[in-house]
Structures are given as structure tokens and as C-alpha cells.
């Protein structure tokens, strides 16, 4: 019985990957996490939602087969008095703290690092996406060399403005929207910027026709900066699965 418990643990160790998620900004940030159920059942062992204090890690298993996972930040959050998704400046989601598992993913403008575990060609995807909007940098790194994902640079700071989001009590931009959230076009059902209604393919929503594409690539180039942005060739990132590369996420890299 011993040999096959050890046996079982085994196949589950090799079967699972390290996901470590660090905070190198300089306040506080509550992580979030979120799985789409309807793409796969597999999901870490770990809350969807805690609080990081400035220069702190977690490590935590993700299964081998995590589909449509997404981790994001929130900033400035309380869920003392309305634990739900304007809990926090931004990001926030439904069910506070920890997000909820069928409905919990997140309000944007917010940064989201995305990954597809094992899927076509026995490869893994992971990528830094903007389609949400903005919020806090981050970087996706793993220890198989394979390529980096990452945003390192604060839209905030330089936000158009059209698209800047909440801000905090000092008066400072929190958060940069896509043009797409912003509705910059007005015309969310048949849009350039949201890749809708006529526009819904890759041929008819090139990048030359989404409002601000340039701040985000150009400041970001190797992030989704919008839906289909696959061409640009820096917004999709691979490592083949068999490796069992696990990934850091780091928050301000």
C-alpha cells in the first residue's frame, strides 16, 4: 500500500506545475484568480483571491491541464463593508476576497496574465493581456527559457484622456481602459476597437484600425494589446508541455 500511495504521488507530482505569483510593488495588491469552467475542470490548489503585501510570494500547484486560467491584481481594495466587485479601485470581482469560481472574473481595467496548459501541439500558451485595459505591470517568466510575457511599463502614468479609469484618493490614475471598455468608437456592437459585429475576424480587425494601439503595444510590445493581436507575433507565448516549465508571475517587475 505504501509502494502505491508513493506511486500515485509521484504521477500526481509529475502531472502538476509550480505556480509562484510575487508583489514587487511598493504597496499592497490583492491577487486574484479566476478559471473558465466551461474550458476545463482543473484548477489550482489556492484561494482565488488573497492579499500581498509588498515584496511577498506564494507558490502554489496548478494542474498540468489548466485551461483559460487568468491571474490579475487589485488595487486598493476593503471588503469589510461590500465584499463584491467594487471592493477595490479595480479588478475587483464577485464574491470579495476570493473570487467566485463561475462569475468571478474581474472588473476591468485590468491588467490579466492568461494561460492554456498542455493544449494543441502538447504546448503550453500564456500571454500578458491588455484587451482588458490596464492596471499594474507585470511579467510572466518560467525556467525552461522559454519566451517572456510581460508589461512592464505603467500606462497610468501617461493614460489618454479618453481612456483614464478610477483613481485613488490622491487623485492619481489607477487605471488605463482599452479603447474598447472606453467605448472611444460608441458603437460597442459593431467595433473596431471590441472586434465585433463586422469586425469579428482577424482580416476585418487589424491593428491599424483599433483606437490607441500604439500606446499599448508601442509601450508593451510584447503584451495583447488587443483581441487579435496574434499577428503582431509578441502577443502569444508558447513552451512546449513536456518540458513542465513552471511559471512566476511578478507584479511591477
Known sequence: MKYLLTTIALAYGAAARTFTVTNKCSFTIWPAMFTDLNA????????????AAPGTSVSFTVPNDWK?????GRRNCDFSTNPGPNSCLDGGCNGGLECDPHTGTGVPPATVAEWTLSADQNQDFYDVSLVDGFNLPMRITNNKGCGT??????????????????????????????????????????SANCCTGSHNTAATCPPSGVDFYDYFKGNCPNSYAYAYDES???????????????YTLTFCP
Open 40 to 51: 476545463g475542470t482543473s484548477v489550482p490548489d489556492h484561494p482565488t483571491g488573497w492579499e
Open 149 to 190: 510575457a510581460d508589461c512592464p511599463a505603467d500606462l497610468n502614468a501617461n493614460c489618454p484622456g479618453q481612456l483614464k479609469g478610477p483613481t485613488d484618493p490622491s487623485g492619481a490614475v489607477v487605471g488605463c481602459r482599452s479603447a474598447c471598455e472606453a467605448n472611444v468608437d460608441g458603437t460597442p456592437a459593431d
Open 68 to 72: 483559460a486560467g487568468r491571474i490579475w
Open 232 to 246: 503582431s507575433g509578441t502577443a502569444l507565448w508558447t513552451c512546449g508541455a513536456d518540458a513542465q516549465p513552471d
